[in-house]
């Protein structure tokens, strides 16, 4: 019995560590999407001009992201704890709505790259079709920022 339970806890914090790793990765990955809407977010405020070769930058960072962002390797079940994470049980729960949100933001970025746009107002919807993803998701399976 005594064994049992003992391998039981190496286990139990085997699984930990390769939850924390996993939490940071995908982390990770959600600060560089932030960070390539943070350097659209200016120009569509007017508080910047508009810059092709920026936006198209960050339009591929996103779409890099996104095709990294797979809702299965950095999601295995359980680890909403583990960890420091928002993640919310409802992934699991929820799961296929889950994966089809991540397959929509893959495909929003990717028809964004394709739009290539040239001035503000060829921009502006091409931004607010991604960047509506983001809110979409973490309504349901992100915890509530305060
Ligand atoms: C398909 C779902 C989904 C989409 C789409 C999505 N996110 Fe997230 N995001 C999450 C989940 C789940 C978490 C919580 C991850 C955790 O804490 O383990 C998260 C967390 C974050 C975090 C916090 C990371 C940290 O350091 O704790 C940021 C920033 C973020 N997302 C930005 C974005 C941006 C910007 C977009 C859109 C460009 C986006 N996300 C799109 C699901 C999504």
Do not use: Y
Not at 22 to 29: G, P
Not at 41 to 63: Q, R, S
Not at 112 to 125: G, S, T
């Amino acid at each position: 019995m005594r064994k049992i339970l003992l391998a039981t806890a190496a286990i139990m914090a085997l699984t930990g560590i390769a939850n924390a790793d996993v939490i940071a990765e995908r982390k990770e990955l959600m600060k560089s999407m932030g960070k390539s809407i943070g350097a659209i977010a200016p120009i569509m405020k007017g508080e910047k001009d508009f810059d092709a070769a920026t936006v198209m930058a960050a339009l591929e960072a996103l779409k890099a992201d996104a095709d990294k962002f797979d809702p299965v390797a950095l999601f295995p079940e359980g680890t909403d704890k583990g960890g420091e994470t928002e993640a919310l049980p409802t992934i699991w729960e929820q799961n296929d709505e889950f994966k089809a949100d991540a397959a929509k933001f893959r495909e929003d970025t990717a028809a964004a790259v394709a739009a290539n746009p040239q001035n503000i107002d060829e921009l502006r919807p091409v931004f607010q079709q991604v960047a509506s993803n983001c809110g979409a998701c973490h309504q349901t399976f992100r915890e509530k920022q305060q």
